[in-house]
Protein backbone atom coordinates (compact mmCIF):
# COMPACT_ATOMS: atom_id res chain seq x y z
CA UNK A 1 0.00 0.00 0.00
CA UNK A 2 2.07 2.72 -1.21
CA UNK A 3 0.35 4.58 -4.18
CA UNK A 4 -2.23 8.04 -3.99
CA UNK A 5 -5.30 5.13 -4.87
CA UNK A 6 -4.34 2.58 -2.38
CA UNK A 7 -4.54 5.44 0.94
CA UNK A 8 -7.54 6.73 -0.62
CA UNK A 9 -9.97 3.75 -0.90
CA UNK A 10 -8.78 3.23 2.85
CA UNK A 11 -10.06 6.13 3.31
CA UNK A 12 -13.17 5.23 1.35
CA UNK A 13 -13.75 2.26 2.84
CA UNK A 14 -13.67 4.23 6.53
CA UNK A 15 -16.21 6.21 5.38
CA UNK A 16 -18.63 3.45 3.90
CA UNK A 17 -19.13 1.78 7.41
CA UNK A 18 -21.07 5.13 8.36
CA UNK A 19 -23.83 4.75 5.81
CA UNK A 20 -26.99 5.45 7.49
CA UNK A 21 -25.61 7.41 10.76
CA UNK A 22 -23.95 10.67 9.34
CA UNK A 23 -27.50 11.82 7.81
CA UNK A 24 -28.00 14.90 6.38
CA UNK A 25 -24.26 14.95 6.74
CA UNK A 26 -22.11 13.17 4.27
CA UNK A 27 -19.83 9.96 4.40
CA UNK A 28 -16.20 11.28 4.98
CA UNK A 29 -13.18 8.91 5.54
CA UNK A 30 -9.43 10.50 5.94
CA UNK A 31 -6.14 8.92 6.30
CA UNK A 32 -2.76 10.48 7.18
CA UNK A 33 0.35 9.40 6.08
CA UNK A 34 3.89 9.95 7.39
CA UNK A 35 6.99 8.83 5.40
CA UNK A 36 4.72 5.96 3.62
CA UNK A 37 3.40 5.03 6.89
CA UNK A 38 -0.16 5.51 8.22
CA UNK A 39 -0.26 8.11 11.51
CA UNK A 40 -3.61 9.01 11.49
CA UNK A 41 -7.13 7.52 10.80
CA UNK A 42 -10.72 8.87 10.70
CA UNK A 43 -14.32 9.08 9.76
CA UNK A 44 -17.34 11.24 10.29
CA UNK A 45 -19.49 9.64 12.95
CA UNK A 46 -22.82 11.53 13.24
CA UNK A 47 -23.57 15.10 12.79
CA UNK A 48 -22.36 17.27 15.33
CA UNK A 49 -19.85 15.31 15.80
CA UNK A 50 -16.00 15.89 14.89
CA UNK A 51 -15.17 15.66 10.86
CA UNK A 52 -13.08 12.92 9.69
CA UNK A 53 -9.97 14.99 9.35
CA UNK A 54 -10.21 15.86 12.69
CA UNK A 55 -10.38 12.67 14.01
CA UNK A 56 -6.91 11.62 12.00
CA UNK A 57 -5.58 14.19 13.10
CA UNK A 58 -5.90 13.88 16.96
CA UNK A 59 -5.25 10.58 16.01
CA UNK A 60 -1.68 11.74 14.09
CA UNK A 61 -0.91 14.61 16.52
CA UNK A 62 2.61 15.74 16.02
CA UNK A 63 3.35 13.42 13.37
CA UNK A 64 0.88 14.81 11.12
CA UNK A 65 3.43 17.68 10.35
CA UNK A 66 4.67 17.55 6.99
CA UNK A 67 3.02 14.86 6.12
CA UNK A 68 -0.33 13.73 3.63
CA UNK A 69 -3.49 14.05 4.26
CA UNK A 70 -6.07 11.60 2.57
CA UNK A 71 -9.86 12.58 2.45
CA UNK A 72 -12.81 11.60 0.24
CA UNK A 73 -14.50 14.80 -0.07
CA UNK A 74 -12.86 18.24 -0.31
CA UNK A 75 -12.22 20.02 3.82
CA UNK A 76 -15.00 22.05 4.86
CA UNK A 77 -14.12 26.02 5.08
CA UNK A 78 -17.28 26.88 6.79
CA UNK A 79 -18.44 27.22 10.87
CA UNK A 80 -21.47 25.09 11.21
CA UNK A 81 -21.97 22.92 14.08
CA UNK A 82 -17.58 22.16 13.82
CA UNK A 83 -15.11 24.23 12.89
CA UNK A 84 -13.68 24.40 9.56
CA UNK A 85 -11.25 21.66 8.59
CA UNK A 86 -9.02 23.33 5.80
CA UNK A 87 -8.17 25.38 8.78
CA UNK A 88 -7.45 22.76 11.01
CA UNK A 89 -5.09 21.42 8.36
CA UNK A 90 -2.89 24.57 7.68
CA UNK A 91 -2.75 24.90 11.60
CA UNK A 92 -1.93 21.10 12.00
CA UNK A 93 1.33 21.41 9.07
CA UNK A 94 0.70 18.81 6.50
CA UNK A 95 2.52 19.51 3.51
CA UNK A 96 -0.18 17.74 1.05
CA UNK A 97 -3.65 17.11 0.88
CA UNK A 98 -4.84 14.93 -1.62
CA UNK A 99 -9.02 14.58 -2.06
CA UNK A 100 -11.22 12.61 -4.25
CA UNK A 101 -14.28 14.64 -4.55
CA UNK A 102 -15.40 18.49 -4.79
CA UNK A 103 -17.76 19.34 -2.26
CA UNK A 104 -21.04 20.71 -4.23
CA UNK A 105 -22.01 22.29 -0.85
CA UNK A 106 -22.39 25.90 -1.66
CA UNK A 107 -20.74 27.18 1.22
CA UNK A 108 -17.85 25.05 0.54
CA UNK A 109 -17.47 24.59 -3.33
CA UNK A 110 -13.54 24.61 -3.66
CA UNK A 111 -13.51 27.47 -0.71
CA UNK A 112 -11.73 24.67 1.25
CA UNK A 113 -8.85 23.59 -1.67
CA UNK A 114 -8.33 27.42 -1.96
CA UNK A 115 -7.72 27.93 2.03
CA UNK A 116 -5.17 25.41 1.46
CA UNK A 117 -3.47 26.43 -1.50
CA UNK A 118 -3.35 30.23 -0.33
CA UNK A 119 -1.42 28.08 2.54
CA UNK A 120 0.84 26.72 0.83
CA UNK A 121 -0.21 23.45 0.66
CA UNK A 122 -0.29 20.49 -2.53
CA UNK A 123 -3.53 19.81 -3.42
CA UNK A 124 -4.45 16.85 -5.41
CA UNK A 125 -7.61 16.53 -6.84
CA UNK A 126 -10.16 13.48 -8.27
CA UNK A 127 -8.20 10.58 -7.41
CA UNK A 128 -11.23 7.82 -7.02
CA UNK A 129 -13.91 10.41 -7.30
CA UNK A 130 -16.09 8.60 -9.11
CA UNK A 131 -16.39 6.04 -6.36
CA UNK A 132 -16.50 8.63 -3.69
CA UNK A 133 -19.15 10.79 -5.66
CA UNK A 134 -21.33 7.46 -5.81
CA UNK A 135 -21.15 7.02 -2.29
CA UNK A 136 -22.52 10.23 -1.46
CA UNK A 137 -25.42 10.34 -3.64
CA UNK A 138 -27.78 11.18 -1.17
CA UNK A 139 -25.80 13.96 0.22
CA UNK A 140 -24.87 15.52 -3.49
CA UNK A 141 -28.93 15.62 -4.41
CA UNK A 142 -30.14 16.75 -1.17
CA UNK A 143 -26.99 19.64 -0.40
CA UNK A 144 -27.98 21.07 -3.75
CA UNK A 145 -31.92 20.69 -4.24
CA UNK A 146 -32.80 20.60 -0.83
CA UNK A 147 -34.99 17.49 -1.37
CA UNK A 148 -34.50 14.15 -0.67
CA UNK A 149 -32.95 11.42 -2.61
CA UNK A 150 -35.61 9.15 -3.58
CA UNK A 151 -35.50 5.37 -4.19
CA UNK A 152 -38.09 2.92 -5.43
CA UNK A 153 -38.30 -0.01 -4.08
CA UNK A 154 -40.25 -3.40 -4.49
CA UNK A 155 -40.09 -6.62 -4.70
CA UNK A 156 -41.56 -8.66 -7.74
CA UNK A 157 -42.30 -11.64 -9.70
CA UNK A 158 -40.58 -12.43 -12.89
CA UNK A 159 -43.94 -10.90 -14.89
CA UNK A 160 -43.45 -7.91 -12.73
CA UNK A 161 -46.35 -8.15 -10.52
CA UNK A 162 -46.08 -7.12 -6.47
CA UNK A 163 -49.14 -9.67 -5.42
CA UNK A 164 -51.84 -12.03 -6.98
CA UNK A 165 -54.93 -11.51 -8.37
CA UNK A 166 -56.60 -12.02 -4.89
CA UNK A 167 -54.22 -9.12 -3.40
CA UNK A 168 -51.54 -12.07 -2.36
CA UNK A 169 -48.45 -10.71 -1.36
CA UNK A 170 -46.58 -12.86 1.51
CA UNK A 171 -44.19 -13.21 0.80
CA UNK A 172 -42.79 -12.79 -3.00
CA UNK A 173 -39.04 -12.65 -2.47
CA UNK A 174 -36.74 -14.37 0.36
CA UNK A 175 -35.59 -14.19 3.85
CA UNK A 176 -32.51 -12.67 2.57
CA UNK A 177 -34.04 -10.42 0.43
CA UNK A 178 -35.89 -9.29 2.87
CA UNK A 179 -33.19 -8.50 5.24
CA UNK A 180 -31.35 -6.61 3.16
CA UNK A 181 -34.58 -4.15 2.85
CA UNK A 182 -34.48 -3.77 6.28
CA UNK A 183 -30.82 -2.45 5.68
CA UNK A 184 -32.27 -0.44 3.03
CA UNK A 185 -34.67 0.95 6.20
CA UNK A 186 -31.99 1.54 8.43
CA UNK A 187 -29.64 3.87 6.10
CA UNK A 188 -33.22 5.84 4.29
CA UNK A 189 -33.82 9.05 6.58
CA UNK A 190 -37.36 8.38 5.69
CA UNK A 191 -40.45 5.52 5.11
CA UNK A 192 -43.18 6.32 2.51
CA UNK A 193 -46.12 4.28 1.84
CA UNK A 194 -49.95 4.88 0.65
CA UNK A 195 -52.88 4.12 3.22
CA UNK A 196 -53.77 1.45 1.56
CA UNK A 197 -50.81 -0.73 2.20
CA UNK A 198 -51.43 -0.08 6.07
CA UNK A 199 -55.26 -1.17 5.57
CA UNK A 200 -53.98 -4.13 3.98
CA UNK A 201 -50.90 -5.11 6.08
CA UNK A 202 -51.10 -2.96 8.82
CA UNK A 203 -47.40 -2.48 8.14
CA UNK A 204 -44.99 -0.92 11.00
CA UNK A 205 -42.53 0.21 8.00
CA UNK A 206 -39.42 -0.34 11.11
CA UNK A 207 -36.14 -1.64 10.76
CA UNK A 208 -35.97 -5.17 11.93
CA UNK A 209 -32.19 -5.66 12.25
CA UNK A 210 -30.04 -5.87 15.70
CA UNK A 211 -29.07 -2.34 16.47
CA UNK A 212 -30.91 -1.13 13.28
CA UNK A 213 -32.41 2.44 13.60
CA UNK A 214 -36.25 3.47 12.27
CA UNK A 215 -36.85 5.78 9.73
CA UNK A 216 -39.24 8.42 9.86
CA UNK A 217 -42.48 7.10 8.83
CA UNK A 218 -44.52 8.89 6.00
CA UNK A 219 -48.19 8.28 5.17
CA UNK A 220 -49.78 9.59 1.70
CA UNK A 221 -53.40 9.74 2.69
CA UNK A 222 -55.84 12.12 1.16
CA UNK A 223 -58.76 11.26 2.84
CA UNK A 224 -57.66 10.27 6.15
CA UNK A 225 -58.64 6.73 5.61
CA UNK A 226 -55.81 5.10 7.83
CA UNK A 227 -57.06 3.01 10.65
CA UNK A 228 -57.20 4.73 14.04
CA UNK A 229 -56.02 1.09 16.02
CA UNK A 230 -53.02 0.82 13.05
CA UNK A 231 -49.67 -0.02 14.25
CA UNK A 232 -48.05 3.42 12.95
CA UNK A 233 -50.47 5.02 14.84
CA UNK A 234 -50.08 3.40 17.90
CA UNK A 235 -46.71 1.31 18.46
CA UNK A 236 -44.28 4.39 19.35
CA UNK A 237 -41.87 2.62 17.36
CA UNK A 238 -40.77 5.78 14.89
CA UNK A 239 -42.45 8.79 14.40
CA UNK A 240 -45.28 8.93 11.97
CA UNK A 241 -46.35 11.58 9.57
CA UNK A 242 -49.36 11.87 7.45
CA UNK A 243 -49.70 13.94 4.16
CA UNK A 244 -53.15 14.19 3.43
CA UNK A 245 -54.79 15.90 0.83
CA UNK A 246 -56.95 19.78 0.86
CA UNK A 247 -59.87 17.80 1.42
CA UNK A 248 -59.19 16.03 4.42
CA UNK A 249 -61.75 15.22 7.90
CA UNK A 250 -60.22 17.65 10.23
CA UNK A 251 -61.97 15.91 13.36
CA UNK A 252 -59.94 12.89 11.86
CA UNK A 253 -57.44 15.22 11.97
CA UNK A 254 -57.58 16.10 15.51
CA UNK A 255 -57.89 12.50 16.77
CA UNK A 256 -54.62 11.34 14.90
CA UNK A 257 -52.81 14.45 16.20
CA UNK A 258 -53.56 13.56 20.06
CA UNK A 259 -51.97 10.26 19.47
CA UNK A 260 -48.80 11.93 18.40
CA UNK A 261 -49.25 11.45 14.73
CA UNK A 262 -48.42 14.54 12.38
CA UNK A 263 -50.81 15.41 9.89
CA UNK A 264 -50.00 17.53 7.02
CA UNK A 265 -52.08 19.10 4.47
CA UNK A 266 -51.51 19.50 1.13
CA UNK A 267 -52.34 21.80 -1.92
CA UNK A 268 -53.82 18.57 -3.88
CA UNK A 269 -57.51 19.00 -4.01
CA UNK A 270 -58.23 15.60 -4.38
CA UNK A 271 -54.54 13.94 -4.35
CA UNK A 272 -51.64 14.28 -2.26
CA UNK A 273 -49.20 16.81 -3.96
CA UNK A 274 -45.96 14.89 -4.17
CA UNK A 275 -43.29 17.94 -4.44
CA UNK A 276 -45.06 19.93 -1.41
CA UNK A 277 -44.06 16.00 0.52
CA UNK A 278 -40.45 16.21 -0.53
CA UNK A 279 -40.51 19.95 -0.11
CA UNK A 280 -41.53 19.65 3.73
CA UNK A 281 -38.88 16.62 4.25
CA UNK A 282 -36.34 18.62 2.71
CA UNK A 283 -36.58 21.57 5.33
CA UNK A 284 -36.94 19.27 8.21
CA UNK A 285 -33.23 18.00 6.92
CA UNK A 286 -34.61 14.09 5.54
CA UNK A 287 -32.10 13.52 2.84
CA UNK A 288 -33.06 10.49 1.88
CA UNK A 289 -36.40 8.69 1.15
CA UNK A 290 -37.36 5.26 0.59
CA UNK A 291 -40.57 4.88 -1.17
CA UNK A 292 -42.34 1.33 -0.47
CA UNK A 293 -45.94 2.21 -2.32
CA UNK A 294 -47.96 0.37 -4.77
CA UNK A 295 -48.14 0.72 -8.12
CA UNK A 296 -49.87 4.18 -8.43
CA UNK A 297 -47.19 5.64 -6.17
CA UNK A 298 -44.95 4.49 -7.73
CA UNK A 299 -46.16 5.55 -11.17
CA UNK A 300 -46.93 9.01 -9.73
CA UNK A 301 -42.91 9.08 -8.99
CA UNK A 302 -42.03 8.09 -11.84
CA UNK A 303 -45.04 9.83 -14.02
CA UNK A 304 -43.75 13.43 -12.00
CA UNK A 305 -39.99 13.06 -12.55
CA UNK A 306 -39.34 12.53 -8.63
CA UNK A 307 -37.64 9.56 -8.60
CA UNK A 308 -34.24 8.55 -8.34
CA UNK A 309 -32.96 5.47 -8.17
CA UNK A 310 -34.86 1.80 -8.42
CA UNK A 311 -34.11 -1.08 -6.52
CA UNK A 312 -36.08 -3.84 -7.74
CA UNK A 313 -35.92 -7.80 -5.73
CA UNK A 314 -36.95 -9.81 -8.53
CA UNK A 315 -38.19 -13.71 -7.59
CA UNK A 316 -37.70 -16.78 -9.68
CA UNK A 317 -41.67 -16.98 -9.94
CA UNK A 318 -44.26 -15.95 -12.37
CA UNK A 319 -48.09 -15.28 -11.04
CA UNK A 320 -49.59 -14.11 -14.62
CA UNK A 321 -53.17 -12.78 -14.98
CA UNK A 322 -54.23 -9.44 -16.30
CA UNK A 323 -55.70 -8.84 -13.21
CA UNK A 324 -52.59 -8.66 -10.70
CA UNK A 325 -50.96 -6.13 -9.99
CA UNK A 326 -48.00 -4.40 -11.19
CA UNK A 327 -44.96 -2.27 -9.27
CA UNK A 328 -45.93 0.74 -11.74
CA UNK A 329 -49.36 1.19 -12.57
CA UNK A 330 -50.58 5.05 -13.79
CA UNK A 331 -51.48 5.47 -17.05
CA UNK A 332 -47.79 4.80 -18.67
CA UNK A 333 -46.55 5.37 -21.55
CA UNK A 334 -48.52 5.06 -25.42
CA UNK A 335 -45.67 4.43 -27.41
CA UNK A 336 -42.15 2.15 -26.84
CA UNK A 337 -39.72 5.50 -27.47
CA UNK A 338 -41.84 7.15 -25.03
CA UNK A 339 -40.62 4.46 -22.12
CA UNK A 340 -38.11 6.24 -19.34
CA UNK A 341 -35.12 5.08 -20.12
CA UNK A 342 -32.85 4.04 -16.23
CA UNK A 343 -29.01 3.93 -16.58
CA UNK A 344 -25.97 2.67 -14.85
CA UNK A 345 -27.68 -0.43 -14.41
CA UNK A 346 -25.96 -3.40 -11.78
CA UNK A 347 -27.17 -6.55 -10.42
CA UNK A 348 -26.23 -9.14 -7.97
CA UNK A 349 -28.23 -12.62 -6.31
CA UNK A 350 -29.27 -11.80 -2.57
CA UNK A 351 -29.95 -15.86 -1.75
CA UNK A 352 -32.15 -16.82 -4.37
CA UNK A 353 -33.40 -13.61 -5.63
CA UNK A 354 -32.13 -10.79 -8.23
CA UNK A 355 -31.28 -7.09 -7.12
CA UNK A 356 -31.70 -4.82 -9.37
CA UNK A 357 -30.60 -1.50 -9.08
CA UNK A 358 -30.77 1.15 -11.22
CA UNK A 359 -31.22 5.68 -11.22
CA UNK A 360 -33.43 7.44 -13.20
CA UNK A 361 -31.02 10.50 -13.44
Known sequence: ??????????????????????????????????????????AHLKPGEPHAEIHALRMAGEQARGGTIYVTLEPCSHHGRTGPCAEAIVEAGLSKVVIAAMDPNPLVSGRGVRILEEAGIEVIRGVLAEESEAMNEVFNKFI???R?????????????????RTASSKWITSEQAREDVHQLRHEAGAILTGVQTIIHDDSQLTTRLPGGRNPLRIILDSKLRIPMESRVVNDGEAPTWIFTAASYDEGKRRELERLGVRVIPTQGAER???????DELGANEISSLLVEGGGEINASFVEQRLADKLVLYMAPKLVGGQYAPTFVE???????????????????MVGPDLKIQAYFR
Open 148 to 164: PFVTLKAAVTMDGKIAT
Open 330 to 348: GTGAAKMDEALRLNRMTAE
Open 1 to 42: MNTHEDFMRLALNNAKMTKGQTTPNPMVGSVIVKDGRIVGIG
Open 272 to 278: VQLEQVL
Open 144 to 146: VTK
